[in-house]
Structures are given as C-alpha cells and as structure tokens.
C-alpha cells in the first residue's frame, strides 16, 4: 500500500517545509507576534534564528528592517496592553510635530495607560498611568495609538519656554483641532498646575502656520510692538486668488514670507514663490522675505525692516 512515503520517511509537514527565506506575505516588513506566525505555520527555529530582532518577549521585528521611532512603537504595541498609547514626546515624534531644540529624544518610549492598569514593566519602554481613553487617537498612517495632538500640547507647554509652547499650539491648530477644542482642553485644566501659563500659550496659538520659524518670527515681530499681522489669509483682487502669504498686514498691502531650506533646495517651490511674489507686487503689495539668519542672527534689523515697511503703507507703529 502506497502510504506517500519515500524510503520509509513520514511526509513532511508545512511547517518543516517553510524555508527561512520564505516568511508568509502577512509577516513581512512588519514586526509581529510569535503566535501570529506560529498560527501561519512558522516553525519555532525559524523565529529563533537571526532573521529576527527580539525586542520584547513574544515579539519579533525583521532583521534586516531599519530601525526607527514608528518600528519601535510598533513592536512595542505587540506587547503593551490594549488600552496603552503612546504619550509625551514619543507621541509628539509619532504624530509629526515640532520638537523644540534641545529637547533630546529619550532612549526610552514613552507610554501611559489608564488609571487603575497594570503598568507594563518593558524593555526600553517608560509606562505610567493616568491615560483618559477619550483623549486618545489612532494615526491613520502607522495604525499606533496616541495621546490626542491638543492633550500632548496641554501636558507638556506649561514645561516649555513660550515660544516653543506657542509653535507646539501652532502645529496642533493646523492640523489636528479647532480654536473650540483646544479652548475646551484648557478650561478642562482649571485646577491643573500650569494652566496659567497655559491659557497664554493658548492666546498666542494662530491657525495656518507652517513652521516653528514662522511662528518666532511673529513672536518676535510681536515683542518689538509692531501690530498683530494676519497669519496664512489668503489673498484676493476683484475675485482673483493672489497668494497666501504667512504673514501679512492688508491694510499696509504688505506681506512677509518665511523662507526655509525647502525654499531654496526645491526648484519648483523656489518657481511658485517667485511667480507669488511678483503677482502680489504687480498688485501693488510689497513683500518681505525673510530666512531663519534674519530671525535668530539679526532680529533688530529684521523688526526695522518690517516697521519701516508698515509705516511706508500707512500703519503707525
């Protein structure tokens, strides 16, 4: 009787047969569980071998994977409790905003869950508790869970010098909330050390600005006591969109544009803000472009520029 054996030997299983170059397609290029590839047939001395980082027990990340911020949280994720997110400047990394300079990143990820949790005790990972579920959100790109945007702004501005809270407040009103929301966060600290401080940032915070030098510029503009400009209004002439300058004082017709290293290091950027900038003085405006040198290297000499072209539009200040 023909039993499919060969010289005597018992038929191979699936899961003797995985080769160790062959991962099935849900496992790669992402970390996962033991027991989601055990599930799928991976042998146990495929996921022992070198192929695979070891993070956190029951957790392996593909070797040859580079290591970064959103792969650690995401291997770190596999091992923490359903209910953790991320918090604190892990979570500020995670979701793209600005990290003030000297704020070093920490070697440990920074995790909180809610009040009443077992805190995880992992490598690597700095876990605590008083996480409120409704002040979370999932990230659509990486899928990790974090401290929502304007509840990190609310933890951490207080700490910060004000400048750097504002650009954090600024970042977080352009892309992840309204003036309501960020109000109603505040008011929810009435009783929290730094709210004070807080509720200053919060009058500081503008909507459209697109880098923390846009937002010391302002700042700075501000202090100087030239008037309060106008930040990312779009511009219009008998119906025609001109621009969107990222500061500007229509009653003077000027405008003031930030200019980073995108500026000068992206041609087609460089085209449209040169094309911007003739629109707008054809219509009679003038603009000022300023770079990161005019902000932190000569500050005096950048408020006077902007003072003397208010008062040349007609604005006393």
């Known amino acids: 009787m023909d039993d499919g054996r060969a010289g005597g030997r018992r038929p191979a299983?699936?899961?003797?047969?995985?080769?160790?170059?062959?991962?099935?397609?849900?496992?790669?290029?992402?970390?996962?569980?033991?027991?989601?590839?055990?599930?799928?047939?991976?042998?146990?001395?495929?996921?022992?071998?070198?192929?695979?980082?070891?993070?956190?027990?029951?957790?392996?990340?593909?070797?040859?994977?580079?290591?970064?911020?959103?792969l650690s949280c995401a291997a770190a994720a596999l091992a923490l409790p359903a209910a953790a997110a991320f918090s604190g400047w892990t979570a500020v990394d995670l979701c793209g905003l600005p990290r003030p300079d000297g704020v070093r990143r920490a070697a440990a990820l920074s995790v909180r869950v809610p009040s009443g949790t077992p805190v995880p005790r992992l490598s690597g990972v700095a876990a605590g508790e008083g996480l409120r579920p409704e002040g979370t959100c999932t990230l659509p790109e990486s899928g990790l869970r974090v401290v929502h945007p304007v509840d990190l702004w609310c933890d951490l501005a207080p700490s910060l010098r004000f400048v750097d809270a504002v650009a954090l407040g600024d970042a977080v009103r352009r892309r992840w909330a309204d003036d309501a929301r960020m109000a109603a966060a505040v008011r929810a600290r009435a009783r929290s050390r730094g709210v004070v401080a807080l509720r200053e940032v919060l009058?500081?915070?503008?909507?459209?600005?697109?880098?923390?030098?846009?937002?010391?510029?302002?700042?700075?503009?501000?202090?100087?006591?030239?008037?309060?400009?106008?930040?990312?209004?779009?511009?219009?002439?008998?119906?025609?969109?001109?621009?969107?300058?990222?500061?500007?004082?229509?009653?003077?017709?000027?405008?003031?544009?930030?200019?980073?290293?995108?500026?000068?290091?992206?041609?087609?950027?460089?085209r449209k803000d040169v094309a911007r900038k003739e629109l707008l003085e054809d219509r009679g405006w003038r603009v000022l472009v300023l770079t990161a040198d005019d902000v932190l290297r000569h500050p005096e000499r950048t408020v006077a520029r902007v003072r003397a072209a208010l008062r040349a539009g007609g604005v006393v200040c």
């Open 13 to 70: 299983r699936l899961a003797d047969v995985v080769r160790p170059t062959e991962l099935p397609a849900a496992l790669r290029g992402r970390p996962f569980t033991v027991a989601q590839a055990r599930a799928l047939g991976v042998p146990a001395h495929v996921l022992d071998g070198a192929r695979f980082r070891r993070p956190h027990r029951g957790v392996r990340v593909p070797a040859d994977l580079p290591p970064s911020l959103e």
């Open 203 to 270: 009058a500081s915070v503008r909507y459209r600005v697109d880098s923390p030098m846009e937002t010391r510029l302002r700042l700075l503009l501000l202090a100087a006591g030239i008037p309060a400009p106008v930040c990312g209004q779009d511009l219009s002439l008998d119906g025609e969109w001109m621009a969107r300058p990222d500061l500007s004082w229509p009653a003077a017709r000027l405008a003031v544009e930030y200019d980073g290293d995108v500026h000068r290091t992206d041609r087609r950027q460089w």
